[in-house]
């Protein structure tokens, strides 16, 4: 079968991994107070609840069939029974409320600590990374794993104490009013702790099996939906229509025998419990016939053993959420133990502006344990000068551009930023004084403003100087309201060169030393192209400039041009010197320009 894009983790939190479960409680050190709280609220609750049966009993025994009272006398005291019954279901009431309302509060405060903490550390690691693990991954880790979390914290740790401290007063209590019924109650525990846990087994698997199948059924939709245009190109809709459909298929079918499973647990609890009330009732209706047991004691017993098979009922759900909240919390932790973060070199550098000077010494660089992508790299950028890296697709240029905004380090050799290793700036500092155009652009659906301050300071004034300077002016002329136009999600759509123009514009506002142009035009038509070669002009003055360009047009007028097969510098020289030699450069000029007649 396939999977369509998914693959289960296969990280399965075992409920006797200690280790586990003593980060788990790690998270809950501040909330201690918070959950001594919840554990007092169990108390009141467990007392309050079998106080009740014992009430009943006292007002059959004593009131209804005191023999020596006087009807008076049974009248007032069935009254002050009543009054206590009714005290116990308030003290039930208000301290399971107040229960609830703390274990969300603390609940929901672990869980936001903890998203937080996630997201924060997610945020922090390399892009290699972010390359290795699919979006989606992540997001459910964010989403789907905490709020697994948040059911064990709310729904079952302390409520599991109320759970078994009532079956221990339960046992105590049956115990001590009769032990032949309490025998022969106790005679029906182990089937029904049997039936629960083989349940629970059952049940984990096919909760598994669905979670599979609707996960393989989201990613054929995606990738489907996101093909769109090769299934109906090729004449494909028929063949994707059958394997969606056998998708859904399976998924009903998993779902069905779900369905099935919990239509023959809870009869069969139901009926086991029902069993045991009736030969409870049958045994001790003798006793009572026999005066060996009060009328009152048996309803007690019979409303005791009610609120003892109810916690047994739900124990297999509470263990069910037990189970995918430790598999959840070891994803968790397996993705805040990535140690991942790029490190910073002591003693810190942290300038105000930098001259632009790059140079590369013998560096090489991989992705993983494939083959080199870079191999010994060594050439220099002079400041204030355009320089041009060209060569064919998979010889490595936006790797090096990568490396320059160290998204990645290099495996061997070093970079240096104005004399200084690459690896000392802090990341915010270097990539404020480096600024990089990709070819995918990036706009929040926002006003135009925020998309070119991107949360700096920086006035309207200055974006009035860039807008004309770059020909975003006649741009925000065209928009309906300027600045404040809503673009993407909502607003008005932009062509890619508009939009491509808008990121140049968010460069610049940062005012970088070191600007890079990873492919910026490749994507964009030639009007396009033609509006961001003007905007281009106005941002290479004062600042060391590296082109990397598909379209050989854009890199003719570079001061300097870097020629890179399989991962090395393989020519040098401006435009004309490269024509001469009549090399790789030149070659890929004449393909250029066939193209262009083409």
């Not at 997201?119 to 880790?141: E, S």
């Not at 028929?238 to 069905?256: H, M, N, P, S, W």
């Not at 460069?507 to 281009?536: C, H, Q, S, W």
């Not at 040098?572 to 083409?598: F, S």
């Amino acid at each position: 079968m396939h999977n369509y894009g998914y693959t289960e983790d296969g990280k399965v939190g075992s409920l006797l991994d200690l280790r586990l479960w003593k980060r788990i409680l790690t998270l809950c050190r501040s909330f201690v107070p918070g959950f001594i709280g919840a554990v007092l609220l169990s108390l009141i609750l467990t007392v309050a609840t079998l106080g009740m049966p014992r009430l009943m009993q006292v007002g059959i025994d004593g009131f209804m069939h005191g023999g020596s009272l006087s009807p008076e006398a049974r009248i007032s005291g069935l009254g002050r029974v009543a009054w206590e019954y009714a005290i116990l279901i308030g003290l039930v009431f208000g301290a399971g409320f107040f229960q609830v309302v703390l274990l969300e509060w603390i609940g929901q405060m672990i869980m936001h600590r903890l998203r937080n903490r996630l997201f924060h550390h997610i945020l922090g690691l390399k892009v290699r990374f972010f390359q290795q693990q699919p979006t989606g991954k992540l997001v459910t880790r964010l989403t789907n794993d905490i709020q697994n979390m948040h059911e064990m914290f709310t729904s079952v740790l302390v409520t599991l104490f109320n759970d078994l401290l009532k079956l221990t007063g339960i046992l105590v209590a049956l115990y001590l009013m009769n032990v032949r019924l309490a025998m022969l109650m106790t005679f029906f525990l182990p089937a029904s702790l049997a039936v629960t846990l083989v349940f629970s087994r059952l049940a984990r698997e096919r909760f598994r099996a669905i979670r599979r199948q609707l996960a393989r059924l989201n990613s054929f939709m995606q990738e489907a939906v996101a093909n769109m245009a090769i299934v109906q190109i090729y004449g494909r809709r028929q063949k994707i229509v059958d394997e969606y459909t056998a998708l859904c298929d399976g998924y009903l079918q998993r779902t069905f025998a779900q369905i099935r499973l919990f239509a023959g647990f809870f009869p069969l609890t139901e009926f086991m419990s029902a069993l045991a009330v009736a030969l409870i009732l049958w045994y001790g209706g003798g006793e009572v016939l026999h005066k060996q047991l009060s009328l009152g004691q048996l309803v007690a017993f019979l409303s005791y053993m009610r609120l003892f098979f109810q916690p047994l009922r739900e124990l297999s759900q509470k263990y069910s959420i037990v189970q995918s909240a430790m598999a959840s919390a070891e994803r968790i932790f397996q993705v805040l133990d990535t140690d991942e973060v790029l490190p910073v070199l002591k003693p810190v550098y942290r300038p105000k502006s930098i001259r632009g000077e790059v140079r590369f010494a013998d560096v090489c660089f991989s992705y993983g344990k494939d083959a080199p992508v870079l191999r010994d790299l060594t050439f220099t950028l002079a400041p204030g000068k355009v320089s041009a890296l060209v060569g064919s697709t998979g010889s490595g240029k936006s790797t090096l551009a990568g490396l320059l905004v160290r998204f990645y380090d290099p495996d061997t050799g070093r970079i240096f930023l104005d004399n200084v290793d690459l690896r000392r700036y802090p990341l915010p500092v270097l990539r404020t004084l480096v600024g990089i155009i990709m070819q995918e652009v990036f706009l929040l659906p926002d006003t135009v403003r925020e998309n070119i301050t991107a949360g700096a300071d920086i006035s309207d004034e200055e974006i009035d100087i860039l807008a004309r300077a770059t020909g975003l002016a006649e741009l925000l002329r065209r928009l309906p309201d300027g600045l404040n136009t809503v673009i993407g999600e909502g607003g008005v759509e932009l062509s890619a060169g508009e939009k491509q123009l808008i990121a140049f514009v968010r460069v610049l506002a940062k005012k970088p030393g070191l600007l890079i142009f990873d492919e910026a035009t490749a994507a964009i038509d030639t009007e396009g192209e033609n509006i961001l070669e003007r905007a281009v002009e106005q941002g290479f003055h004062d600042r060391t400039v590296l082109v990397i360009a598909h379209r050989l047009s854009t890199v003719k007028r570079a001061d300097h041009i870097l020629v890179m097969d399989r991962g090395r510098i393989v020519e040098q020289g401006t435009h004309t010197e490269l024509i001469k030699k009549n090399g790789i450069y030149a070659g890929l000029v004449r393909l250029d320009l066939h193209g262009d007649r083409e």
